[in-house]
């Protein structure tokens, strides 16, 4: 009885151990696998940390070397509008700059369009269509200190952060990324003191008019997509 008992063990150790060989290359192989993946996205990541951290010290060398007042050219779907920034208001100023060498602004929509008012742009919401009910309120997650100059007033091709109303925002901060460019003077001269203007169009300024002209919804927003297709430096 010991004997069969012996055996019988030794049968069952045998069957469990040619069990646990039959299955050792797979798993082996599967672990390897996952392994191998693991670090392959490792890999990924790693690169494209080091290409987002390159790009971002190339965008800062180049706002460094900026001129007092840098020039865009706001390329859009329906004009080109060259803008330039002003000195006075220099964190606008600078954040725009950022946006813009980052491709922030490329694909983004016009979404508040008002004739004999102003048009409005810069909500990254507005690249994904199932977002409209929310276009306007998108941003970069930050806002900017108010830089309210006296001079800067709401003309014929101001440029002026938007930002939310006094009861949310008592130091009216602006917008990390909204801006409106007026389309009339008299019609935005009651927001002067009240915005931050930060730069001008200095010449296109009929492309923000024509803009301003297109059908829109009744919250304003265009039937058709008015589109920012890139933002270029002017050297």
């Known amino acids: 009885m010991k004997r069969i008992f ?19 290359p797979k798993k082996a192989a599967e672990d390897e696998a996952v392994q191998t ?6 890999s990924l990541t790693a690169a494209a940390k080091l290409e987002a951290e390159t790009k971002q010290k190339e965008i ?11 020039q865009f050219d706001l390329v859009t779907n329906m004009g080109t509008m060259r803008i330039k920034l002003y ?17 922030f602004y490329d694909g983004i929509l016009f979404h508040r369009v008002i004739p004999g008012f102003m048009v409005q742009t810069g909500d990254p919401l507005t690249k994904d269509a199932q ?23 709401h003309k014929l091709g101001a440029i002026a952060a938007a930002r939310l109303g006094d009861k949310a925002n008592p130091m009216k901060e602006s917008s990390g990324s909204q801006f409106y460019i ?3 003077e008299v019609g935005c001269s009651h927001l ?9 169009v200095i010449t296109g300024v009929e492309t923000a008019k024509k803009i301003s002209q297109v059908d829109t919804d009744p919250r304003d927003c265009p039937l058709e997509d008015v589109k920012i297709e890139k933002v270029l430096l002017v050297e």
């Open 192 to 200: 002067d003191g009240q915005y931050s203007v930060f730069g001008e």
């Open 6 to 24: 012996t055996i019988v063990t030794c049968c069952l150790g045998a069957a469990m151990l040619l069990s646990s060989c039959g299955q050792s």
């Open 37 to 42: 993946e693991v670090a392959r996205q490792d």
């Open 60 to 70: 800062m060398e180049t706002i460094a070397t900026l001129p007092a007042e840098p």
């Open 182 to 184: 007026v389309v009339d």
């Open 87 to 103: 000195s006075d208001t220099p964190k606008h100023r600078e954040n725009f700059a950022k946006l813009a060498l980052s491709g």
């Open 131 to 153: 977002n409209k009910e929310k276009f306007g309120t998108g941003g970069p997650g930050y806002t900017i200190p108010a830089e309210i100059v006296e001079g800067h007033g």
